[in-house]
């Protein structure tokens, strides 16, 4: 999905969870993004939320049943400055 709307791309930047399976301390993770860079030939970066700031990840949350999509940017950003952490 991602190649055929970006073909130009060279890098790519991945925001996931400081906790659980795509932890920062996780080996296997660490090994995988190091496969997926091989293959696709992608300069891959990786952001962590701190712990316990997932609850910001608009992504995640309708990913794992919110009813309404991701927001754009700017709502995003809004967002974030009403939630207390």
């Known amino acids: 999905m991602g190649r055929a ?3 130009q791309a060279t890098r790519l930047l991945i925001c996931a969870g400081a906790g659980g399976s795509n932890g920062y ?3 296997a993770w660490k090994l995988e993004l190091a496969k997926l860079a091989a293959e696709t030939g992608l300069e891959i970066s990786v952001c962590h ?3 316990g700031a997932s609850k910001w990840n608009p992504l ?3 990913l794992n049943g ?3 999509p991701p927001l754009d940017c700017g709502s995003r950003i809004t ?4 939630v207390s952490p």
């Open 49 to 51: 939320y701190p712990p």
């Open 5 to 7: 709307r970006y073909p």
């Open 79 to 82: 967002h974030v400055a009403t």
């Open 60 to 62: 995640s949350n309708y």
């Open 66 to 68: 919110a009813s309404e």
């Open 25 to 27: 301390r996780v080996r």
